[in-house]
């Protein structure tokens, strides 16, 4: 069935600096959402992406769909201690399967 | 507008009792999610309902777990005879639409602990 996977698990990274995480499908996507849960919160959605090789920005955010669709990115621009928390991305083809997050820790 | 709620916020119940878990969508969203969240770990989906139709069980993990949504509105999920490994957080999620592919919005979860 199809699989997603989110790497990496974890991330820390000194404020200021850049921010990565990548999300991979076994299977091509129709779509790709990604979410963020703050530290004892719930996922809140980020952005939707459904053409292949789309790129969108939010800010500092820049979220990637790669050209196969069967990847994805989140690129976060000198991080800010408000960016704290998990990121999960989920596929959508035929029914929505997220990834397993990847946590980010941000030092002052 | 209120957003999806779910009750109660947390329960400890002792190994082998049945809990029941509530969720109420966002007012006209058709679909209705349920995921389990373990410790640090990512989403597991459990349940799937979309308006009238059938839902989609696939992911309960045993027996013990039934899901029902009365009135196309509120939802239970209940755990039969828990186990300390359903220990985990309970999420709730809706969408507007008939496809899986819309936004999810989340409620914030019912954290189950059995001891």
């Known amino acids: 069935g199809q699989q997603v996977m989110q790497i990496p698990q974890y991330q820390h990274v000194q404020e200021g600096e850049d921010f990565t995480t990548y999300c991979n499908s076994s299977?091509?996507?129709?779509?790709i959402q990604w979410y963020k849960q703050r530290p004892g919160g719930h996922p809140v959605f980020l952005i939707q992406?459904?053409?292949?090789?789309e790129v969108k920005k939010q800010k500092r955010l820049t979220f990637q769909f790669g050209e196969a669709k069967k990847n994805s990115s989140l690129h976060i621009t000198a991080t800010q201690t408000t960016d704290v928390g998990t990121y999960f991305c989920?596929?959508?083809?035929?029914?929505?399967?997220f990834g397993a997050g990847t946590r980010l820790t941000v030092k002052p | 507008g209120a957003g999806v709620s779910q009750s109660p916020s947390n329960k400890v119940t002792e190994k082998g009792k049945d809990v029941e878990l509530r969720c109420d969508p966002i007012?006209?969203?058709?679909?209705l999610y349920w995921y389990r969240q373990s410790l640090g770990q990512g989403l597991e989906f459990l349940i799937y309902?979309?308006?009238?139709?059938?839902?989609?069980k696939s992911g309960l993990p045993s027996d013990r777990f039934s899901a029902e949504r009365t009135g196309g509105s509120v939802s239970t999920l209940t755990i039969q005879r828990t186990q300390q490994e359903d220990s985990a957080v309970y999420l709730c999620?809706?969408?507007?639409?008939?496809?899986?592919?819309?936004?999810?919005?989340f409620g914030p979860g019912t954290r189950l602990l059995v001891l």
């Open positions: 999620a809706s969408s507007h639409g008939t496809s899986r592919q819309e936004t999810q919005y």
């Open positions: 299977t091509t996507l129709s779509n």
């Open positions: 992406l459904v053409k292949s090789g």
């Open positions: 989920g596929g959508f083809n035929n029914d929505m399967r």
């Open positions: 007012s006209g969203h058709t679909a």
């Open positions: 309902f979309q308006g009238n139709s059938a839902p989609d």
